[in-house]
């Protein structure tokens, strides 16, 4: 009996606070698959750390017994300078030096990183009034584009996805459920092809040392705005057309990012993503919803009050007009 009376007293406590069950549900899966990733991203990359780190340190000690005018101090300084200047995007080897990190197309290309937040590292500021700029800019510059991207996203949407969706359910009487399923993994399938595999296949020839399936890495860690930064196009040996194809490699990112957004847009319309998403909601404070209320009365009561005043105002002006005749004088007189 008291387990029965427990259960019972259980279920509407459960039901009562049943977002904050799944929220804290959700926030506990969340660390967990922190902690899962951090676990098999150091299983699957510290041996291969530690074995570069053992190949240097030969390499290293190779290289002095082979020098031996030259101090161990000597070249760790110069080692020091040499990844100083490795970590602004200079490099120290003859087969580079002909890449400029600041030229016109190379500046664009890092700008567009910066304000889609991508990011990659390989080239950064080096004065303190660039640091200062780019400060400035990133914090006007990164609402803007938010901006931006929020304004061309929804023109976007309507013609790719609202408009196609109502077509096919009004014109040819499909589910409008089925139909949104349907266009969702159509164009998913569409912005995986132009965006991914293709853009993949062309890296993967235009930089002699990537494979394919690092070309579809750096493709997906930019238009994911991940931006690590250990593929960057455009800066190997002796890159022919750099400046044209540092441009058309911005033009990609930002059309990419895009296009990554309209997709998503459609998928968070689709009606099971939106009953799954309304589990971590909360509901709404009541008293809000008591204001819109008002807010929608006074409104609806004001838009009533000037229809009637114009329906007024078109009765007297459709109106025909009459004279007022002059009233009649009684002079007391009577016929002369």
């Known amino acids: 009996?008291?387990?029965?009376?427990?259960?019972?007293?259980?279920v509407p406590?459960?039901?009562?606070h049943r977002s904050a069950w799944f929220f804290g549900f959700l926030v506990v899966g969340y660390v967990l698959y922190l902690v899962f990733g951090a676990v098999v991203f150091s299983s699957v990359e510290l041996?291969?750390?530690?074995?570069?780190?053992?190949?240097?340190?030969?390499?290293?000690?190779?290289?002095?017994d082979e020098h031996e005018c030259l101090t161990e101090e000597r070249l760790e300084q110069f080692l020091t300078r040499v990844l100083e200047a490795s970590s602004y995007g200079v490099s120290v080897l003859s087969n580079t030096s002909s890449n400029w990190n600041w030229d016109f197309t190379s500046a664009l290309f890092f700008a567009s990183t910066v304000l889609s937040t991508?990011?990659?590292?390989?080239?950064?500021?080096?004065?303190?009034?660039?640091?200062?700029?780019?400060?400035?800019?990133?914090?006007?510059?990164?609402?803007?584009?938010?901006?931006?991207?929020?304004?061309v996203v929804q023109r976007i949407t309507l013609y790719v996805t609202h408009k196609p969706v109502f077509y096919f359910h009004t014109r040819w009487g499909?589910?409008?459920?089925?139909v949104s399923l349907v266009h969702a993994f159509t164009l998913g399938f569409i912005t995986m092809s132009f965006f991914f595999f293709i853009p993949a296949a062309v890296f993967s020839f235009l930089e002699s040392d990537w494979n394919f399936l690092e070309s579809f890495y750096f493709c997906f860690i930019s238009l994911s705005t991940i931006g690590?930064?250990?593929?960057?196009?455009?800066?190997g040996d002796n890159q022919r057309f750099r400046s044209i194809y540092?441009?058309?490699?911005?033009?990609?990112?930002?059309?990419?990012?895009?296009?990554?957004?309209?997709?998503?847009?459609?998928?968070?319309?689709?009606?099971e993503l939106k009953k799954f998403r309304k589990l971590f909601y909360m509901k709404k404070f009541k008293g809000e919803d008591q204001l819109h209320i008002l807010e929608h009365d006074q409104l609806s009561f004001s838009s009533i009050s000037d229809q009637a005043a114009g329906l007024k105002e078109d009765?007297?002006?459709?109106?025909?007009?009459?004279a007022s005749r002059p009233p009649a004088h009684s002079d007391g007189s009577g016929n002369n």
């Open 1 to 10: 009996m008291l387990q029965s009376l427990a259960s019972n007293s259980c």
């Open 13 to 16: 406590l459960v039901e009562r």
């Open 47 to 64: 041996p291969n750390e530690d074995l570069l780190r053992q190949d240097l340190s030969k390499a290293k000690r190779r290289f002095l």
């Open 118 to 151: 991508t990011g990659y590292g390989h080239a950064v500021p080096l004065s303190d009034g660039g640091k200062a700029f780019c400060l400035l800019y990133s914090i006007i510059g990164i609402p803007f584009t938010l901006l931006f991207l929020t304004a």
């Open 174 to 178: 499909f589910s409008k459920h089925t």
């Open 228 to 235: 690590l930064g250990d593929y960057v196009p455009g800066e």
């Open 246 to 271: 540092k441009l058309g490699i911005t033009c990609y990112l930002i059309l990419g990012l895009i296009a990554m957004l309209v997709v998503l847009e459609t998928f968070c319309e689709l009606r």
């Open 315 to 322: 009765q007297k002006q459709n109106e025909p007009f009459v």
